[in-house]
């Protein structure tokens, strides 16, 4: 047996520099350029408004990794260098899209409205969902690789018998965004949710945030050629964007969702973008890439080219910037404190939530439980006979 | 009054849900034009629309998957897996998203969701074609696991499994789909999770469902002929288990055999036996005999017979039993 | 809620005349025709030999079709229509081939010389897999749709590990070829398998048998676009070839087992072709599918464009056609009382071979078996002492 | 000897297997350079080849799947799964084929494969990653489903598990890893689907496996301190199970307990308290009481403690036995 394999790549089959097909309307340098087919639709103020949303989500994120190292969060999973391709796509929603997020989409979250703060409680261990997923629109976290992308194919099929496609509006006109990872396109779930999104002509965008990684595995792994060119063997058209830029990650998810809530079926974007920290605060980048991919990386961020545009073409000056620097440090401390404080939970309320119609076996066990829990506590039966609900 | 078998009585019930509440779809393979191979859903497609009566591309993960997606849009998803041993593409999507969904979201998203399984043997089928996944669903917080053993069951069972706010696995007993009974339509049904002592006796409590319900009842009917006066309680429901009717019969028999084709092992006749035994511990006479399948694959069909458990196993079974 | 959904179909997606991007080098008229890409290497004995294995095979297939209404069989999945695919293709493997089939692949086993009754054993209940896949290299038939395809890319990964690809002949590299059918290119299986397969450039065919119809669901529930396409989004190419059309089978298979061997890795070919049967003889397609469709497809019955091929451009008389037609009665007869001899195997055997190394429980469930088996006939202790063996 | 946590145990197990025989590969997601999230696969990519330690895509389908064809062609297969709530996808694979193909080919084809299995909870981890899924392998016949419990064990039962040549799942308690023992590399290890009594005793017989082992041991240190002289048997194998060892140990004390992390509804203990009744009719003074984890999904972390048998609910199971 030999150790090693030959790396026999068929011809045909060099991916070339990854940029060529790219749509990009923001350079890294902050400079605008245009593109045939896709055009940024907002104005300064909207840009200045993505610098926010990124910059604030950055600085929750940052602070949720410190509440991580100081314990006081299991695990957290950094969505740092991601900002642009989650914010420019979670603006581009209508109000009546609905989110499929992975674990990772805290920007996209963030332009739903959603508290980070809830974000925080499922990686502090107090809840596995703790926000309103039908008043957000934004669904819960899904751990399971791209088993989401399947939910949000039915729920997408759902708008359509609910006649919420093809009036012409996004007033009356609904899609659903599905965000899947780059090794989450190897999972049959995702591709079985490209099959029924295609044979349905379901009213939705897959959108595939290409971090180059999942966990230590590099994109090669998952795929020789690039991901957004997967979605035209299933029928409809995939497209590949600048996951940094968000003037351009704005404008393919816009058209998008636009051909989705107009009736003309599912489109999948690969947003191009890098993994800039580690996988999450349980993981070891430096066991498996290079510190240069990272370096690399840097010269694109996305938060820096958009100050930088604002910087060199707008009237926008120090201050603002430093306002804003000011409402991220209060946000952060404002999540931190709240964090803090939030209280565990209690097991018995779980019993409750297993069902909708809790049976026997369920109301007993939580009996039991309380009065086993209480047979350790002097206060015990107080709390036992005020029924505790769950607190998270 | 109407005389049907347990697929029609299945066609009809869903026929009902269909009507009562425009939520209601079906999806899975071949369930439209064709009715379903076992027909089940005949005629619905052409009555209620391809919206309703979703033909799905051939992807069981894909068929539940998407069914969640639905529900969470407020709809309530019927979804067909065609035989028993293809659910298993479609385990994770049950097990971690159809069952947990609730949960994750405390309660504030349903999954009014019902998986229609035809399962287990005497069909004379191919491999995989014949099986009793109950205990991978009954183990499986979240879900509901219910059997219908007989048409007039069927009828109701599969109504108030739509009708339930909780994920539903059905189990339909393949083999007795074309047995017939009187249904009446007008009849107020049992609950859905309660078991139902099908033929009182004193001596002995059999323990059953699906399948083995028909099965006990002929044997307690020859042990009659013996004299001995068997129980038969069929337990419709196996996640949650209607432990009080369950726990009844054996206080008063002191006796129990449970049957079940499934294999031994952890088949449901070991839960059903440690709980009795945990509940009736002074009045059990003898220890929870269990009638299952072997621990083995299901065989191929021209010894399935000698597989599944018959009559004589059963009375075997009893006879061990009433020995202690 | 709308009752039909509206059909919408996003632009960019007609399906045009199927017949468009296929290889097809024997009209249905018998007449050869020239492709710029592939040329059927063999001659004119050699299509010969595919007119006697179809014709074979189609025997056969009618046989157990007909022991199957006589109730000797429980079920039959006839590949009637789909010969020139099966033999086409079969006849295409190297020495060192193996193919791992679905269940309705009789023309493929039989070019490896797979015992016909062997077959039979598992649709009559007597076997779940009768012949020995190692020695035939025809692996056993799977019922789970698709699951196959990924013990075929397993296979091959274990083929290069093995150092059998290559060295540029096929009596030193080995390929496999994995079969599927229209239906399962929905299954994340399958899907899986195009990931894996590209990944480790695996060398595998991917043979799709698109017959138009997974049991009552037509091609275009799985796929509105050509299934061949598929490939290209998973890295590697796909070609469309004329099913009924065992000489561009041959040619396309061919050179795709090559590439395979060579080390250029995996290939998907789409047989376009029509299940001509019902899906088993337990089904009823009258209920799905109109009686024409069924004609159209009559006119390019594979076996007849050989024959009309063999008849005007070779001097095949009528003779050699007719001796054809006695050895294949023969053939059927023997297979017919051959299945009719077989013995339905003892319960006994099967407690053995559920594991290498059986256990415990399962010895006592074997005695206990036995023993109550044997209660029932007075013969009953001679067979248990003498230990019958499983006999399928 | 050497000392060595569970995670370098298992490592240096499966070194000696790569050593041993040229067709044992590894297969699994970020096994290779990254050594797996646990790091037990640490250093083996580096030294035995990227054709040898295979980092898989994303799809635990296709590892296994992959797997089996690895297997047909002569490999002997070992397969992580990241977490054990991420088995499911592959849930198809392992029983309808990695648990079906020596029986379908009666024999001809063999299935040498281990499907390693981090396990259990404890780890403060958030969901799908804390849970104990034996009930569904060893429900299912033709797989073997083994646990170890500390270091030495590890490191003799992976060698044993991919010698097999049936496919074992095996499980590893992941809040054990890093738990040391001194592991002796000269030893002659018990056999693979032997049961063990770790702790003699007279008055109750405690089973476990895997992180409840050292539970079970904590909690008869402190009975030992009330008087009570608690056996422990540490079962190693879920399937088959060493009957012969747990049958004998309850028949001299007279009562068991059970102890998994698994809900207690079908989990391990249901199938234990059968047998046991079955089996020590006569000889129980009580009825087999089961601790496990309650019937629902496996709670947010801060929660856990609670949620998880620990030693207060194991002598509180045990105090009820004795009060029979
Ligand atoms: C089914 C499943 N298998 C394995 C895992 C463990 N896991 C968590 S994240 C991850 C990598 C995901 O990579 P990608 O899809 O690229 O998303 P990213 O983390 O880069 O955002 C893995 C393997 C999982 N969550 N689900
Ligand atoms: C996982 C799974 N789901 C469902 C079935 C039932 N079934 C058997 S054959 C079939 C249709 C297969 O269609 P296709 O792949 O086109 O193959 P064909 O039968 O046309 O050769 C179905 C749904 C199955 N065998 N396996
Ligand atoms: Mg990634
Ligand atoms: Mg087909």
Redesign the interface.
């Known amino acids: 047996?030999?150790?090693?394999?030959?790396?026999?790549?068929?011809?045909?089959?060099p991916s070339g520099p990854a940029e060529v097909d790219l749509v990009q309307l923001l350079t890294p340098e902050g400079e605008r350029v245009d593109h045939p087919d896709y055009a940024f639709d907002g104005d300064d103020a909207a840009i200045a408004g993505f610098y926010r949303d990124m910059l604030l989500t950055r600085r929750v994120d940052t602070e949720a990794t410190a509440l991580q190292r100081q314990g006081e969060l299991?695990?957290w999973a950094s969505c740092l260098g991601q900002e642009a391709a989650q914010i420019g796509s979670g603006r581009a929603l209508g109000p009546l899209d609905s989110v499929?997020p992975t674990?990772r989409e805290h920007g996209v979250a963030w332009t739903l409205g959603v508290d980070p703060v809830n974000l925080l409680k499922?990686?502090?261990?107090?809840?596995?969902?703790?926000w309103?997923?039908?008043d957000t629109r934004f669904?819960?976290y899904?751990?399971?690789?791209g088993?989401q992308?399947?939910?949000?194919?039915?729920?997408?099929?759902?708008?359509?018998?609910?006649?919420l496609?093809?009036h012409g509006s996004p007033e009356k006109d609904a899609a659903v965004i599905g965000y899947l990872g780059d090794?989450?396109?190897?999972?049959?779930?995702?591709?079985?949710?490209f099959?029924?999104a295609?044979?349905?002509?379901a009213p939705i965008v897959f959108f595939c945030q290409n971090n180059q990684w999942?966990?230590?595995?590099p994109i090669?792994?998952?795929?020789?050629?690039p991901l957004y060119?997967?979605?035209?063997?299933?029928?409809?058209?995939?497209v590949r964007v600048d996951g940094n830029d968000a003037l351009a990650v704005h404008a393919v998810t816009s058209k998008a969702l636009e051909?989705a809530r107009s009736?003309?079926?599912p489109t999948l974007i690969e947003a191009y973008t890098y993994r800039m920290g580690a996988h999450t605060t349980?993981?070891?980048p430096t066991?498996?890439r290079l510190a240069d991919e990272l370096e690399h990386w840097r010269l694109k961020d996305p938060i820096a080219r958009v100050r930088a545009y604002l910087e060199r073409h707008t009237d926008t000056g120090p201050d603002w910037f430093a306002a804003i620097d000011a409402e991220a440090d209060e946000l952060a401390a404002d999540v931190r404190s709240r964090c803090l404080a939030l209280p565990?939970?209690?097991?018995a309320g779980?019993?409750?939530?297993?069902?909708?119609?809790t049976?026997?076996?369920?109301r007993e066990?939580r009996a039991e439980?309380e009065a086993?829990?209480d047979s350790?506590t002097e206060a015990g039966q107080d709390a036992a006979a005020t029924g505790t609900e769950?607190a998270? | 009054m109407t005389r049907l078998t347990m697929a029609k009585a299945l066609n009809a019930g869903l026929r009902r849900a269909l009507e009562a509440d425009p939520k209601v779809v079906l999806a899975g393979e071949d369930i439209g034009k064709l009715g379903g191979v076992f027909r089940v859903t005949e005629g619905l497609q052409k009555d209620f629309g391809e919206a309703r009566v979703i033909d799905s591309p051939l992807a069981e993960s894909g068929i539940i998957g998407t069914a969640v997606g639905m529900a969470l849009r407020g709809y309530r998803p019927v979804c067909e897996i065609q035989f028993d041993g293809f659910v298993f593409p479609a385990f994770d999507q049950i097990v971690n998203q159809v069952a947990k969904m609730h949960y994750r979201s405390r309660g504030r998203v349903r999954m009014p969701m019902v998986i229609r399984i035809p399962f287990g043997g005497g069909i004379g089928a191919v491999e995989h074609h014949s099986e009793s996944p109950e205990t991978y669903f009954a183990h499986t917080a979240g879900l509901k696991v219910v059997a219908c053993s007989n048409p007039v069951d069927a009828y109701w069972m599969i109504q108030q499994a739509v009708a339930s706010d909780d994920p539903v696995v059905f189990l339909e007993p393949k083999r007795r789909y074309h047995e017939r009974a009187e249904v009446d339509e007008q009849a107020s049904p049992v609950p859905l999770h309660s078991a139902t002592v099908v033929r009182p006796g004193r001596d002995l409590t059999l323990l059953a469902y699906g399948p083995m319900v028909k099965t006990c009842l002929d044997a307690a009917a020859a042990a009659a002929e013996e004299g001995r006066d068997l129980e038969v309680v069929d337990l419709r429901s196996l996640s949650p288990l209607d432990l009080a009717t369950v726990v009844g019969s054996v206080q008063r028999t002191g006796r129990a055999v449970v049957v079940h084709e499934a294999p031994l092992n952890l088949g449901m006749g070991a839960e059903l036996s440690a709980r009795i035994t945990e509940q009736c511990f002074y009045a059990l006479e003898a220890p929870v005999l269990r009638v299952g399948g072997y621990d083995m694959p299901y065989p191929p069909s021209r010894v399935e017979d000698e597989y599944l458990p018959d009559l004589d196993r059963v009375l075997d079974a009893v006879d061990r039993s009433l020995a202690y």
């Open positions: 047996m030999s150790d090693t394999l030959p790396d026999h790549r068929g011809p045909g089959f299991g695990l499929f674990y499922l990686f502090r261990g107090v809840s596995h969902g703790s309103d997923p039908i669904n819960l899904t751990i399971v690789i088993a992308t399947l939910h949000a194919t039915g729920y997408a099929m759902g708008l359509e018998r609910d006649g496609v093809g090794g989450a396109t190897s999972q049959g779930d995702v591709s079985e949710a099959v029924f295609s044979s349905y002509n999942a966990i230590s595995e090669e792994r998952q795929s020789r050629i060119q997967r979605a035209a063997g299933f029928g409809f058209p995939g051909r009736g003309s079926g349980s993981d070891d066991k498996y565990d939970p209690d097991l779980l019993f409750d939530v297993v069902y909708a119609d049976p026997v076996h369920l066990q439980y086993y829990r350790f769950v998270w």
